[in-house]
């Protein structure tokens, strides 16, 4: 079973898509902020897909995804960035700090499980 880290400091957020998540199969845990998302992503066994909001207070989603694809445990890990915003320029913000995949935000269950059975192929 495929291990997730959710990494959101919105806790509706961090409950609603744990559920569609585990409903999925996968294995969840879960960040309330992205200091100890980078922490959880580090340790062991580290997940084998990274789902991450963007904007967070304190370390946001960009920086996260910044700092761990400096790591060379977690370069090629696939991250998923989960997010409101939805220009092109906010897209590509996110692709050029790192990011695998982008999905927007609100949530949409088929979407998101397709595209992280997608991610973990």
Do not use: H
Not at 10 to 26: F, N
Not at 94 to 109: I, L, N, Q, S, W
């Amino acid at each position: 079973m495929s291990r997730i880290l959710l990494i959101d400091d919105d806790a509706r957020t961090r409950d609603l898509v744990t559920a569609i998540l585990q409903a999925g199969g996968y294995t969840v845990s879960v960040a309330p902020d992205g200091e100890s998302g980078i922490n959880a992503a580090l340790g062991a066994p580290g997940p084998d897909l990274i789902v991450t909001d963007l904007n967070m207070r304190g370390t946001n989603g960009w920086d996260v995804v910044r700092r761990l694809r400096a790591e060379p445990e977690c370069e090629n890990l696939p991250i998923l960035a989960l997010s409101a915003y939805t220009t092109a320029q906010d897209r590509d913000e996110a692709f050029d700090a790192g990011v695998t995949a982008y999905e927007t935000k609100p949530v949409d269950r088929e979407r998101l499980l397709a595209k992280v059975d997608e991610l973990l192929r």
